[in-house]
Structures are given as C-alpha cells and as structure tokens.
C-alpha cells in the first residue's frame, strides 16, 4: 500500500517561509510528484510540480517564491516557501501519479498570519 505523507506545515507570519516534506513509501524514482493545495471554499490547485528528471513547473502565484525539489534516495519531495503571504493559506497535498493510481497524501496545514 503507497502511503504519502507530509509535515512541515504551521503558522508562519506573512514573509516568512516553511519547509514542507513529502516522505513517500514506495520509491518515487521514475515519477513525477506534485505539490498541490486547497483554501477553504476552492478548488485544489497545483502548486509546483517536479519531473523524473528534476525539471520544475509552478504556479505563476508562487513562481519566484517556491522551490520544488527532490531526494530519491530518501522518496521524500520538498517544497520551500519563502516570502509566504495570507493567500499562500491552505491545505497542502503531495501527488504521486504513479502506474493506473493516483496517490494522495494526508495533507498539511500551513497558516499564514500576523
């Protein structure tokens, strides 16, 4: 059974940053993984995504801000945030598309307020 789960998530004050962990159970070497989030009364939204190879794509509202990046020794997705704003608020989700499933984890609160 895949189990992703991710930590990292808190109250940070607006400008500050957090460090969030996906630590998968299964190896991710060969897979895309994706940061997603999900505000209260939105739709889930991809924040950042990391290919097989380490190329990144992002969001135009985090771009410059966020870092994606991987350890495939360790199967564990990173997402530093810096510059965080009150709209960066959210549940964040680790994604692992990986053969026919799709794998989501628990999720991670980060709250952004002074």
């Known amino acids: 059974q895949v189990q992703l789960v991710e930590s990292g998530g808190g109250l940070v004050q607006p400008g500050g940053s957090l460090r969030l962990s996906c630590a998968a159970s299964?190896?991710?070497?060969?897979?895309?993984v994706g940061w997603y989030r999900q505000a209260p009364g939105k739709q889930r939204e991809l924040v950042a995504g990391?290919?097989?190879?380490?190329?990144?794509n992002y969001a135009v509202s985090v771009k410059g801000r966020f870092t994606i990046s991987r350890d495939n020794a360790k199967n564990t997705v990173y997402l530093q945030m810096n510059s965080l704003k009150p709209e960066d608020a959210a549940v964040y989700y680790c994604?692992?598309?990986?053969?026919?499933?799709?794998?989501w984890g628990q999720g991670t609160q980060v709250t952004v307020s002074s």
């Open positions: 994604n692992l598309p990986r053969g026919p499933y799709d794998y």
């Open positions: 299964v190896s991710i070497f060969g897979y895309a």
């Open positions: 990391i290919t097989s190879r380490g190329s990144t």
